[in-house]
């Protein structure tokens, strides 16, 4: 069995318009790593407010929709 690497994991954990939530994310620097800007983290927790109480807040293991710009 060979292992073999199917790109950066970091860019799959945004593939597919989802976000999986890691340990030290938020919003923001999710906003800035797929839309460029992280003024634009409104769009992920409008789209997300089922899950999203505080956008202070949101927890490791949470899947988030990313909508298109």
């Not at 950066?8 to 906003?31: V, Y």
């Not at 634009?40 to 949470?62: E, H, L, M, S, W």
């Amino acid at each position: 069995m060979v292992a073999v690497s199917l790109g950066d994991a970091e860019a799959q954990r945004f593939a597919s318009g989802k976000a999986i939530i890691r340990r030290g994310d938020n919003l923001w620097t999710i906003a800035r790593r797929v839309y460029g800007e992280g003024v634009k983290y409104t769009a992920i927790y409008q789209a997300n407010t089922g899950q999203i109480r505080d956008p202070d807040r949101i927890y490791p293991g949470q899947v988030f929709d990313l909508p298109t710009e």
